[in-house]
């Protein structure tokens, strides 16, 4: 086939100001939408930078409340934390294991919009 450029895993992209960090979620908008993926490496403002766009990460979650397998998950981007709270929040998967309520750590499979 000609015209597939890429198998979807991954996206690159260029690097916003704060730059991102290595396994911490990113948000790439357009608009009033965007999508979530965790970056492969770390990388200063501009330089390209590969998004893992589907898999499962252990990622920082809130506490306080429990997660259940399935549940849908949203990117906190202001506390770079999962949370079943929808408002203000951008769509990163869902829950692919149970979570106390006390645990700072969800095992998310991502999966972009």
Do not use: C
């Amino acid at each position: 086939m000609k015209n597939k450029l890429a198998d979807g895993q991954t996206l690159t992209i260029a690097a916003p100001a704060a730059g991102v960090t290595s396994g911490v979620p990113h948000v790439v908008r357009s608009g009033n939408t965007g999508f979530v993926g965790v970056p492969v490496t770390s990388g200063a403002e501009n330089e390209k930078v590969a998004l893992n766009l589907r898999g499962v990460f252990e990622l920082t979650s809130d506490t306080g409340t429990a997660y259940t397998q399935g549940d849908l998950l949203y990117w906190d981007d202001t506390n770079k934390r999962v949370t079943k709270t929808a408002t203000s929040n951008t769509l990163v998967g869902f829950a692919a294991a149970d979570k106390t309520s006390a645990a700072t750590i969800a095992e998310v499979n991502i999966f972009p919009r």
